[in-house]
């Protein structure tokens, strides 16, 4: 069935929804490592993934970005 979804909603699914909680699932292994032994190299690599996986997820499972604190992003909109 996977094949005959088109590539595009393809990569949507996996970024939209596989990468979200692989992110999730490499924090929490993450923090149960830390929390038993301490922050060490595997840790931290896997924060790190968990990171890079969110910053890079979009869609419904995706980590929400703060709104723009300046305002307006439209450069001929007149500043209050």
Not at 4 to 31: E, K, Q, T, V, Y
Not at 75 to 80: E, N, V
């Amino acid at each position: 069935m996977w094949a005959f979804f088109s590539a595009r909603f393809r990569m949507w699914l996996l970024l939209a929804i596989a990468a979200p909680l692989l992110g999730w699932l490499l924090g929490r292994i993450g923090d149960l490592i830390e929390a038993r032994r301490g922050p060490n190299g595997v840790s931290r690599v896997l924060q790190q993934g968990r990171e890079f996986l969110r910053r890079r997820s979009r869609g419904p499972l995706a980590a929400r970005r703060a709104a723009d604190p300046t305002g307006v992003g439209d450069a001929g909109a007149p500043r209050r």
